[in-house]
């Protein structure tokens, strides 16, 4: 008897831890932390299925799930689908260069118009060796206008939580809430269970070291080159560097246009304010040259008509004779 738990004790002690970890929110004190693995089991390194290939159903996720001591934690069977695994959003994020985390009050995060957020997945991952996987946004999301870098892959041995940058090309906000599914993850077989030999550690420290020492090789004979343990839980979002500095060139674009826009209508504005008293100034100046030219007009009318007057009283009969018939009765 020994005391030693059956298969299926073991399977049902790690389901009970998984559903532990669903039904408590990540704290950001603790969540992404480095985490022993003392439940990883040797088939994190021997792949239990050597001659099963390609995309991995929703059944095989499952079981390698359990086989290797837990790959997705916390695993939750609501989240599964039928060639793929939904990502739920992780309590830290950076928006447009400021870092903040989820809380009670804050469980919502709302991306403008234009904007960048690096996010980070609730589930840690722990990637056994003969698996690669790579994770994409839902189409829900897309079809709201966020999109994601293309398919980034995890390598085979990584541990931690995921970081991805969104960018909001919609021209309206988009809402992603604190533990809900926003991506998903592919998992895909390697040729690691079909080509490399001999795997039969009993650690992965011993499997690193055989593999330092050149008697863990592939096809061919060829030397492996396992995952760089140094990059395992990794502080997520604030290891990258100048993700503070991430925002959107856009948005920027974007103020800078609007502070044109403004500046543009204020001197359109100056603009226009000139142009009516130009106007008015012109139209005054025409009203007052009309009214000059009238006046010169009448003027002259009545100058002529006195010239023509005066002409006309000297040429009437008799206006000069007066003088002489005076003369001639005086003598």
């Not at 839902?138 to 041995?157: C, T, V």
Request: a negative charge.
């Amino acid at each position: 008897m020994g005391g030693e738990l059956s298969e299926i004790d073991k399977r049902r002690e790690l389901e009970d831890k998984d559903r532990e970890e669903a039904a408590s929110l990540p704290s950001d004190d603790d969540w992404s932390e480095r985490i022993e693995t003392p439940d990883l089991t040797p088939k994190f390194w021997e792949d239990p299925e050597p001659n099963c290939s390609g995309l991995l159903s929703a059944d095989r996720i499952r079981s390698y799930h359990y086989a290797v001591g837990r790959m997705i934690r916390p695993f939750q069977e609501t989240n599964l689908n039928a060639a793929s695994y939904d990502l739920t959003l992780g309590p830290r994020y950076v928006l447009d260069g400021e870092e903040a985390t989820f809380d009670a009050k804050r469980r919502v995060l709302r991306m403008p118009p234009g904007s960048i957020a690096m996010v980070t997945s609730r589930e840690v991952l722990l990637m056994p060796y003969w698996l690669v996987a790579r994770f994409n946004l839902k189409s829900k999301s897309i079809f709201e206008g966020l999109l994601m870098g293309a398919g980034p892959q995890i390598d085979p041995g990584y541990m931690g939580v995921l970081t991805c940058p969104l960018h909001n090309i919609s021209n309206r906000p988009i809402e992603l809430e604190f533990c809900k599914p926003f991506a998903k993850l592919d998992f895909m077989k390697t040729t690691w269970g079909k080509s490399v030999h001999p795997v039969a550690c009993e650690s992965e420290d011993r499997l690193h070291q055989e593999a330092r020492a050149g008697t863990v090789t592939g096809s061919g004979e060829e030397p492996v080159r396992l995952w760089d343990r140094s990059k395992n839980f990794r502080p997520p979002v604030s290891h990258l560097a100048g993700s503070e500095g991430s925002r959107s060139s856009l948005r920027g674009l974007q103020g800078e246009f609007e502070t044109l826009r403004e500046e543009f209508e204020s001197v359109e504005s100056r603009t226009r304010i000139g142009q009516y008293i130009g106007a008015g100034f012109a139209l005054g100046v025409i009203s007052f040259l009309v009214a000059l030219a009238g006046f010169t007009v009448l003027y002259t009318n009545e100058k002529v008509d006195a010239v023509k007057n005066e002409r006309a009283s000297a040429t009437a009969p008799g206006a000069g004779s007066a003088p002489a018939a005076s003369a001639r009765s005086g003598r």
